[in-house]
């Protein structure tokens, strides 16, 4: 059977890539004691599909007897069931799958877990596919066709969370099915020529070459563009994502916890210079008495508001305190506030962004109101979206 690759991720809409046509394209399954899901899968994709989508790669995830039991049976010299696909179908010999392709769950101690039973291994399952998820999404000229069919009920959940929350345009997800008769039989793997037929336990036999494969392709909620860029290109447990992604789909919410120097947005902490924290601080201060209307800050603007607010962070007898007032002061006699804003503004809103990610951040941003002259900075939110925690303090609104 002749596959046609695409050449070019171009050649269908420029805002809808074409999955086969990237350099490197990953099939990953989270399997357990069924490696047969994995045979089943490349033949559904390249194939049953169309157009195909051929990996060049295939990794699977998997416990430590699933690990012996996949590399026994699919890569065994000669006689393993993958190495009989290739002989089949000699257009997939150029896909890379062997040992080093299967990697084994480890609890915290570094330790194989041999099967997911308790809630520590559960937990230790779902860190481990969301972070291989993770670094399978973080090269643009990757495309990653994820397939939830094998292990337990919960691994193909992981697996389908994890790629929803990292995958991107050019990632899938499917589930591959197979008829009941030859479902974990022990001996299908792939429709097969050369195999002939397949027993059943009431003598009957079935023609492996006719039996039906097929690929149920699952729509995504693709949350990447919520989380914040340090938990894409770095580690994050499963809790630490979804957590950041359910921040990012929640009503917006501020508090400024004078006791700790800290800036909380959705619950999430952010930690600031106190020079930008003490900014937040009066923005939200203003916003809170003076409702959105009359709380941006600009040309007019008495600065000795935002030095009131640097006093929680700084003693007003330290030098650290004097020379943001001497430079303030001076600042504004030789040009205006709203000049000396522009720059703390400006590296306070990248801050918020590396720190939450592009999408979370949006509702936090100091942003502008009005036009040239009269341009002021302020927070696009609502007084009741803030709250101000001060020292020995219950959490109060000013």
């Not at 995830?61 to 049976?73: R, W």
């Not at 341009?375 to 101000?388: A, H, K, V």
Request: aromatic share 6%.
């Amino acid at each position: 059977m002749k596959i046609t690759q695409q050449t070019t991720a171009k050649t269908a809409s420029a805002t809808k890539p074409i999955p086969a046509a990237f350099a490197r394209r990953i099939l990953f399954v989270v399997t357990g004691l069924t490696p047969a899901v994995i045979t089943e899968s490349l033949y559904a994709l390249a194939i049953v599909r169309s157009p195909p989508f051929v990996p060049t790669e295939i990794h699977v995830l998997t416990t430590g007897k699933g690990a012996d039991i996949a590399s026994a049976t699919l890569l065994a010299p000669n006689v393993g069931h993958f190495h009989k696909m290739l002989h089949e179908y000699p257009e997939l010999r150029d896909i890379r799958f062997d040992t080093n392709h299967i990697s084994v769950i480890t609890d915290q101690a570094g330790r194989v877990l041999e099967d997911i039973t308790t809630l520590q291994e559960n937990q230790a399952a779902a860190d481990a596919i969301t972070d291989a998820i993770r670094r399978f999404t973080l090269q643009d000229d990757t495309a990653l066709h994820v397939s939830l069919a094998g292990g337990r009920k919960t691994m193909g959940f992981f697996a389908g969370y994890a790629l929803s929350l990292f995958g991107r345009s050019q990632d899938a997800l499917s589930h591959v099915l197979v008829p009941k008769a030859v479902e974990n039989q022990g001996e299908f793997f792939f429709p097969s020529e050369a195999q002939g037929t397949i027993s059943q336990p009431d003598g009957s036999k079935i023609v492996s070459a006719k039996v039906e494969v097929l690929l149920a392709e699952i729509p995504l909620v693709r949350l990447r563009h919520g989380i914040p860029a340090s938990l894409v290109s770095g580690v994050g447990t499963y809790r630490s994502v979804v957590a950041a992604a359910q921040a990012s789909l929640g009503a917006p919410s501020v508090r400024v916890d004078v006791s700790q120097r800290l800036l909380y947005c959705a619950d999430r902490p952010v930690t600031l210079p106190r020079t930008q924290l003490a900014l937040y601080m009066w923005l939200s201060e203003r916003l809170i008495k003076n409702g959105s209307s009359a709380h941006s800050v600009g040309r007019g603007t008495d600065p000795k508001e935002f030095l009131d607010c640097y006093r929680n962070f700084v003693s007003e007898m330290s030098g650290e305190f004097e020379k943001v007032e001497t430079g303030l002061q001076q600042t504004i006699k030789t040009t205006e506030l709203r000049d000396w804003l522009r720059e703390k503004i400006s590296r306070l809103n990248s801050a918020l962004r590396i720190s939450l990610g592009q999408e979370l951040s949006a509702p936090y941003l100091i942003t502008t109101f009005g036009k040239r002259p009269n341009l002021t900075y302020g927070l696009r939110l609502s007084p009741s979206d803030i709250s101000i925690l001060r020292i020995k303090s219950t959490n109060h609104q000013i």
